[in-house]
């Protein structure tokens, strides 16, 4: 009896010191996961920082309005600075430079995700002005993503707009209301 105890308790020391060895391993892995999160986060927020700025530069008839761009890795708050690092604050953009801003931001999220998501946009040139419209026919319709697809009203993608864009569509639907249905 004495021997299968003594047996026992080896075994049972062994099962413990495997155990104890094996959280160790957890534990060391979690430190390197988190190091390792941290060093791709700081990386993937530079490369998204990078990205916003040069959309935002693509679609923006202000080439120097935002110069560079912090993202927090925390709390994932953006602050746009200017020339000078002088710190813009969104509220002093027009609100076709918001719109921009939110383009921009999208662009370089899909871009710096490397996925191949569509954009959808509801009327995406309410607030824009003409250079501003003629950017995103040119820069961001044919170029932010694989698919985008544009929910319009009929001022806003005219016959002449939708010439510009009829190589870059794949399909187009005209809604129309009708009152009695």
């Known amino acids: 009896d004495l021997a299968r105890d003594s047996q026992r308790a080896w075994k049972e020391l062994a099962q413990a010191a495997g155990l104890e060895l094996q959280v160790e391993r957890a534990a060391k892995t979690q430190v390197i996961l988190d190091q390792y999160l941290e060093r791709i986060t700081t990386r993937k927020m530079s490369e998204l920082q990078d990205q916003f700025v040069k959309y935002f530069k693509v679609l923006a008839r202000k080439q120097h309005l935002v110069q560079s761009v912090y993202i927090d890795p925390q709390t994932f708050q953006v602050t746009l600075f200017g020339e000078n690092q002088v710190v813009i604050p969104k509220v002093d953009l027009s609100a076709g430079e918001k719109q921009l801003y939110a383009m921009a931001l ?29 950017s995103l026919l040119e820069n961001f319709f044919p170029g932010a993503a694989h698919q985008v697809i544009i929910l319009s009203t009929d001022t806003e993608i005219d016959t002449i707009t939708f010439g510009h864009l009829r190589d870059e569509i794949s399909h187009a639907y005209r809604l129309e209301f009708n009152e009695d249905k």
């Open 106 to 134: 999208l662009w370089a999220l899909r871009t710096v995700s490397g996925r191949t998501l569509p954009i959808i946009m509801d009327t995406p040139m309410g607030r824009l002005d003409t250079d501003h419209r003629q």
